[in-house]
């Protein structure tokens, strides 16, 4: 378990003092001031302390367990039996602390489900054995009658379980500072949550309700709310809210102060419930955040092998136009020496060149695939659309090419870095511009056009033309590095196309292709949806 360390070294006397206040103002002072109440906040302070794992905190707490006896509730009996029962307190929840602890996968950070459900388990059983633990030696001191026990024992239970589910929680997530993973909720939405809290204890807590206690599930309704919206964290403030409306509710409305005991089960439940859902929907965003960390590792692993693999057809790609440029120099050499004709050796130095030349693009476009190093941001389709087509305009303009562009309104913004955006769109309409271009002068004008539609936590953007479309033994190959069927083409297109798509989470297919034409479509994740 982790240990954390508020105070230094003055730690243990920050700890006792904040104890006394919190002991002092929640007690409640009716005699016999023994520290059986139906509300024990305190208890929320110690267990926080001993789950944190610091050391000496069993001697800490005993310590003020004893204080709190002698200060606050003026030695309501002798020393030795309320020395016995504080040291069987923490005797019992240490044991507990202790056996939860040997779970090797338990952190009291609370950052998984997991450790929530321990807890949760936990605390209600090792109140048990603390519960009798604490009141049997005053029992038999004869400070409490042996009739009683029962109820006495029931009330101790209920109100440590109900305090430390309310109060540790709460602190352990704030001293671990367990990372919250949920989305960013607005201002209007927490005033809301809030406003619903309030109205819960109203709508519970009026003069017009003669019986709060028949209608005490209404407040499960918040909770749930905040728990669904803001997992644990929101869930471990909603429930001390709860808790504490719940007792300014009883102490206002009169008539019902006798059945606290009966509330603070309801609000164990209520406060077991609203975690355990807290703990489900955090656990939700934690994995949803891993499985993104990993499916972005999957693709750069793809990269890397990609990379690899491009680094043999490299080697294949330049061989060709390096050895035709040693060529053409070798050749050149010989005319010279041997007085050549002129305009024969220029020829050749340009035909050297320009093969350098090509040597030199190939190197350039993969420097290009391999800086996609980019940032992914909100990216609007339409507005990056508008941006690429001014790239296009002149050749669709010279090959009379009607381009399409239909986006539906409220289309949502996509989450994507907007330069490989740009380089998918640009890829993709320049195939449709060459394959149209390519086609007979006869078959008419050649149309593009860009569809996008939501589907789900995705957008789906479409580029078809009615261009030759792609011969079916091309098919296979269509996707593979270098593959191309242009004279002037690199065949990296599309694998960097897919490539991009992919590792922000889309796929990229040939998704229609015929006679009449093809049509590539891709997916992206909407913004705020990413994983
Ligand atoms: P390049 O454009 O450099 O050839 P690409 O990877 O972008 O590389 O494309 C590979 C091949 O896929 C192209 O050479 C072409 O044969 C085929 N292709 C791509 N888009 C289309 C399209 N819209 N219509 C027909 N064939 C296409």
Redesign the pocket.
Known sequence: MRRFAVGGRLFPLVFLAVYLAVDWVTFIHDPPAINITPWNPPAGLYLALLLAGRRGAAALTFAALMLGDLVVRGTPAPVPVLAASNLLIVLSYGTGIWLLSRRPQFSSGLGRLYDVVWLVIMVPAAAVPAALGFTLPYMAAGALPWAGLPAIVAQYWVGDVIAILTVTPFLLLRFHRTPDNGPRRSPVETALHGLAVAAALAVTFNPLVPDPSKILYILFLPIIWVAMRRGLAGTTAAVPAIQVGVIIGLSVVPGHWQDLTYYQTVMVALAGTGLLVGAVVSERWRLEISLGQRRAELSRVGRLSLIGEMASSLAHELNQPLFTTIGYTRSCRQLLVRGGDRDAILDLMDRAAAEAERAAGVLRSIRGFLRQDGQPGEVELKAALDGILGFVRPDIRRLGITLAADLPAGLPPLWIDAVQLDQVLL??L???I??LASRESRDGPGRIAVTAAQSGRMVEIS?S?T????PDD?VGP??DLF????SS?????????RSIVEAHGGRLWLAGNGPE??C?SFTLPMAGHHA
């Open positions: 890829n993709l320049r195939n449709s060459d394959a580029v033309d261009g030759p479309g792609v091309k269509l996707f593959f191309t069927t242009k083409g690199m065949g990296l297109g599309l694998p960097i196309c034409g093809a590539f």
